[in-house]
């Protein structure tokens, strides 16, 4: 399987963008990029996908870079409720089979 | 919708018991995945399903594995028996799947702990 690599951890203010890496340089032209979330204790929580153009949605924007070896996921203005582990995954072709990254946690500062 | 529901929500055993773990999907979702989640791995998928039909099990770590789907609303993990090193949290996840991708809505875990 291909793998994603993101930084371990990364720390943010509240209120402030978050900018948070993902490389894939080794996914296939059809795998779907995915990002998933995890608060403390529970499941991991579908945030966006996209396969090559750039994502919005109501809780963040997946950018994707051209040649697709990268992502960055984008939380627009931090809250403590967004202090979670966030992972970078990809579904491979149309399997729907998720392989997930290793994850960021995110702290948020007052 | 109450969402993916697992139970039980905890579960401690001795070794060499059997360990059977549960899962209520979506109604309407026909795609059901189990992970098993570790510091030392991170998130795995074991198996997943589509239309109650077991699709990619090359994540099932042993025989001591097995999992159904009897039908559409439920599905079983079972371990037998069961090891100190399969303790970990499990997650069932569903989704709704048709030649496209979808999100995957996961219920809230099981720990197991085997001693």
Redesign the interface.
Known sequence: DAKTTQPNSMESNEEEPVHLPCNHSTISGTD?I?WYRQLPS?????VI?GLTSNVNNRMASLAIAEDRKSSTLILHRATLRDAAVY?CAY?SG??????????TTLQVKP | DAGVIQSPRHEVTEMGQEVTLRCKPISGHNSLFWYRQTMMRGLELLIYFNNNVPIDDSGMPEDRFSAKMPNASFSTLKIQPSEPRDSAVYFCASSYSSGKVYEQYFGPGTRLTVT
């Open positions: 779907y995915h529970q499941g991991p929580e579908y996908h992972y579904i149309n399997t729907g089979k998720l392989i997930f990254g290793q994850g």
